[in-house]
């Protein structure tokens, strides 16, 4: 199996080279647009603000690339949001897989079960630590439970829409995951979120 993780210069690619290694996995870090398009599965990972690393893969031409793959392919956090059609974070046009568009997180929590609970609550932006996931749809959360935990770290989010395949919530409702023919996205980052990352990681690599 020869899987692909896109190198563009963005923050979390050791990490989740790192988390393939313990899964008994080989991970090869990339930018060769043969290379990629070889790899059985390919991983698009990101952590970073959005206009400078979408600058990195137009630079690089793999703005162009990613988008015509069709091999199974996994944005992990700022990966998934390039792969949608715009971002405010930099005003940044994305790669268009996705149709959704990413926002930022409001200053007030928006009207909501968990703000029901708890009128008071005010959210802290960054998004920093565990948050359970729910709505699981599909292949990539095969023998993953309800509600159960996944490590984030954002400011920024994708609106739950078609594509969405796991919401969570955090002041507002979003997408945790979402999925276009053979393109797939999650906001969590699977590489930190323990034994129940390793499992997400494990079903997107039998994904045909």
Partial sequence: MKIAIINYGAGNIK??????????????????????RKADYVIFPGVGEASSAMKKLMESGLDKI???????????????????????????KGLGI????????????AHSRRVQKQEKLQIKIPQIGWN??????????????????????HSFYAPICKES??????????????????????????EKSSSAGEVVLKNFLKIK
């Fill in 165 to 190: 395949i796991a919401e969570t919530e955090y002041g507002v409702r979003y997408s945790a995951a979402l999925q276009k023919n053979n393109f797939y996205g999650v906001q969590f980052h699977p």
């Fill in 15 to 36: 990490s989740i080279q790192f988390a393939l290694n313990r899964l008994g996995y080989e991970g090869v870090l990339s930018d060769n647009e043969a290379e990629i």
């Fill in 132 to 153: 359970t996931i729910e709505n699981l749809k599909g292949d990539l959360f095969s023998t993953i439970s309800e509600n159960e935990f996944m490590y984030t770290v």
């Fill in 98 to 109: 996705f149709d959704v568009n990413v926002v930022k997180f409001p200053c007030q929590p």
């Fill in 66 to 92: 990613i988008p015509t793959l069709t091999q199974p392919v996994l944005g992990v956090c700022l990966g998934m949001q390039l792969m949608c059609k715009a971002s405010e974070e930099g005003n940044t």
